[in-house]
């Protein structure tokens, strides 16, 4: 059941908007999802600008759309959950290829820890001005998230590398385990994928909104409230498509020859749940499912029209190349800014204007990050080896899938989580 060569004059059955190549510390990359993580981080500073000028003020609509942009918190997940996802299924129900857990879990250590640790560090020297030994020890070790007086402190947006590495952990199991169920069958690995993801959706709702008020609210009381627990369902959403790109692949439906196997109608109905999100948060699984139609446009076998084209863009390839180091220190540069002060982070000063925060902010995370990178990451990233034998997790335009690419790419989290880290 391995994946059928692109054909050329089948434009259907090619994901154009994957179209082009980025390197990446040695590694090609393509321009369609590099360019969603470059997009991202873009929003991700936004974000945090945005926040600060109003001070978290969401009370409106208007104010919940212009900072709707922290749903891309859920578009990293759902990208982590595909592109590292893809191999473990090729392995068991595409062509078969044998990986490395070992290899996989290198990799992983060599993509995540040198850039965090090294932002770590300064940041706990400089602005924490050597900081309480349970901070060091909290997270040095990831568990910041699982005790109410870590998480949100040193540099909050480190809360989703927590989970991320969480998930990194237990994603080997779970594609084994999933694998040993199913047997083969790809529908029932999907059944199997969707009742564990829907567990995971009620604890979310249970410990961070009470369940829909039938419950008190504990998450945070109990130290799961930014865990994997939680959060899992929005990684299974991009696990579900990289089974379904197998299933298409194997099968295609003949209704991805209508108006829904086009990509635009993908886009504008990830627009409007989006929408929906921003209207009530409580209904953030919408903005989930967002970010799964985005990720699945591009790496579907859709036709495309002019909705791909910011995907295109090499110029968003390359901030997303770089987008780890970005999510690590915008908001600690965003601080700086508010504050006035490079070694003072609480109390926050809120009120400066966005041409302060993100004219000057967004500029000076990008350059931050292109030297945390090019000095850090970099020198991490060359040390990634190949972890399987399987194809890359999309096909470019008019190129087959090659079978030789290094599987590394399938690295994707920002970041994981929102920095691009995956």
């Not at 969401?58 to 578009?75: C, D, E």
């Not at 089974?243 to 109608?265: M, N």
């Not at 967002?290 to 495309?304: D, E």
């Not at 002019?306 to 915008?330: D, E, N, Q």
Request: glycine share 10%; net charge positive.
């Amino acid at each position: 059941m391995g994946e059928r060569p692109i054909d050329g004059d089948r434009p259907e059955l090619v994901a154009a908007a994957a179209a082009g190549r980025i390197g990446q510390a040695g590694e090609t990359r393509l321009v369609g999802l590099e360019s969603v993580r470059g997009l991202a981080a873009i929003a991700v500073v936004w974000t945090h600008a945005w926040a600060l000028s109003r001070e978290y003020n969401i009370s409106t609509f208007a104010h919940r759309l212009t900072v709707g942009t922290i749903y891309v918190i859920y578009l990293f997940f759902v990208m982590s959950g595909y592109l590292l996802f893809w191999p473990f299924a090729q392995a068991a129900w595409g062509n078969r290829k044998p990986l490395s857990v070992r290899s996989y879990a290198l990799n992983r250590a060599w993509r995540v820890l040198p850039a965090y640790y090294v932002c770590l560090v300064i940041l706990m020297l400089v602005q924490q001005h050597g900081g309480p030994l349970h901070y060091w020890v909290a997270f040095g070790t990831f568990t910041q998230d699982f005790s109410s007086t870590t998480v949100g402190q040193v540099d909050s947006p480190m809360w989703s590398l927590g989970t991320e590495m969480q998930f990194y952990i237990l994603l080997p199991l779970i594609a084994w385990g999933l694998a040993r169920v199913a047997r083969g069958s790809i529908r029932v690995a999907a059944i199997l994928l969707g009742v564990i993801a829907a567990g995971s959706f009620v604890a979310r709702e249970a410990l961070n909104y009470g369940l829909l008020g039938t419950v008190p609210r504990t998450g945070l009381a109990l130290g799961l409230d930014y865990s994997i627990l939680e959060f899992f369902c929005y990684f299974a959403l991009g696990m579900g498509l990289a089974l379904w790109r197998l299933q298409v692949l194997a099968r295609r439906p003949r209704w991805l020859d209508g108006r829904l196997g086009h990509s635009d109608t993908w886009f504008a109905a990830a627009v409007v749940l989006w929408i929906l999100a921003c209207y009530r948060y409580q209904w953030e699984l919408l903005g989930a499912l967002a970010s799964a139609l985005i990720i699945g446009a591009l790496v579907l076998p859709l036709r495309h029209g002019r909705g791909v084209a910011p995907f295109r863009w090499r110029w968003t390839a390359l901030i997303g190349v770089i987008s780890y180091s970005i999510y690590l220190w915008h908001l600690p540069v965003l601080l700086a800014i508010s504050n006035r002060s490079l070694t003072t982070t609480y109390p926050v000063s809120y009120g400066r204007g966005m041409t302060q925060l993100f004219g000057i902010g967004l500029p000076v995370s990008v350059a931050i990050g292109a030297l945390s990178y090019w000095q850090i990451e970099r020198r991490g990233l060359s040390r990634r080896r190949r972890w399987s034998g399987n194809t890359l997790a999309y096909a470019p335009v008019a190129e087959p899938a090659d079978a030789d690419s290094n599987a590394t790419s399938a690295s994707g989290a920002e970041s994981g989580a929102i920095g691009g880290a995956s």
